[in-house]
């Protein structure tokens, strides 16, 4: 029996991924399931991208505008809707084609979850009070001389999820990195096919630059503005452009030093991407040409999954 196939595009923010998804699933006959972590959240349109109305219409999105700011949400109910919204793709006969840069959610869908190990009150406040006193690079040494493989895919200043590592190790004794890798992921039941926009870096950075800035035109002061008026949750508060731009409103300075803030953690933000895409060998890399249209891109996309061979090189 033919397995069914799931499709992912990926890549840095700003590298097109969003408008290239769209010419793509309709190539493949595809329902695009965000994979971003802060689009998930409604209110939150102008910061995070998120594709116009107009184009979602072109083709049903899943997953977009599905909780308040206020709510927390994690990898793990993340994993739970982007599974039911494949159901919902596949009963209409069509390709679920996940597309974003959040490379935990994509780890949650393909890789699936470890077993859920209980938070330690005790343990967390020690560690919490070491990064306090100490720093976030002192807990960062110590969890790269327990588990290397989990610090090269946590970010440095990441402190929350380097404290979630070492909880995990010193309640358990074992790596978070080795039960990480006991998942059971989609490959047994489905066909994955996973592919990464690559746009030369210095160009990327550029096209970032011209988003803050259009962002900036259609809105986003006032967005953010909107947004502070209600308590965000954890997750919420931390999207680029938040932090900035509270500086910006509490007078520490300029708006112009926001906006250069939100381009500078932009890229920042884009560089881990990368990282963690560049890790996981099964992502196939779709070079992205600086005037390539989305179509084009498309185009190139298709014919990579094509040349996967095997089940991928029949018709969509």
């Keep these: 029996m033919l397995k069914k196939k799931i499709v992912f595009l990926l890549g840095p923010t700003g590298v097109g991924k969003s408008a290239a998804a769209i010419n793509l699933a309709k190539k493949i006959n595809a329902g695009i399931v965000s994979c971003d972590s802060m689009q998930v959240y409604r209110k939150m349109n102008i910061i995070t991208s998120k594709v116009t109305p107009a184009q979602a219409k072109e083709v049903k999105h899943y997953l977009l505008n599905i909780v308040d700011p206020g709510k927390e949400y994690n990898a793990a109910q993340y994993r739970r809707d982007a599974l039911a919204a494949c159901d919902k793709i596949f009963r209409q006969g069509k390709i679920p084609l996940f597309v974003g840069g959040t490379g935990l959610y994509y780890s949650a869908v393909v890789d699936g979850l470890f077993p859920a190990i209980p938070r330690d009150r005790r343990i967390r406040a020690r560690l919490e009070k070491q990064a306090k006193e100490k720093g976030g690079s002192y807990l960062f040494r110590k969890l790269l001389r327990i588990d290397c493989d ?164 029949k018709r969509f």
């Design 150 to 313: 989990a610090a090269g895919r946590i970010h440095p200043h990441d402190t929350r999820r380097v404290i979630r590592a070492l909880e995990v190790y010193l309640k358990t004794g074992r790596r978070i990195s080795e039960l990480q890798r006991e998942r059971e992921g989609l490959s047994k039941e489905y066909l994955v096919a996973a592919l990464g926009l690559d746009l030369e870096r210095n160009l990327l950075y550029r096209r970032i630059d011209e988003r803050v800035d259009a962002m900036f035109e259609r809105g986003l002061v006032c967005e953010v503005k909107k947004l502070l008026k209600d308590r965000l949750s954890l997750t919420a508060r931390h999207s680029i452009g938040i932090p900035e731009l509270k500086g910006y409103f509490a007078g520490r300075y300029d708006l112009q030093e926001a906006r250069r803030l939100i381009k500078r953690n932009s890229r920042h933000y884009a560089k881990r991407q990368l990282t963690w895409f560049r890790n996981d060998g099964r992502v196939r890399w779709v070079e992205v040409g600086d005037k390539d249209s989305p179509e084009k891109v498309a185009a190139r996309s298709y014919r990579a999954l094509k040349s996967l061979g095997g089940e991928w090189k």
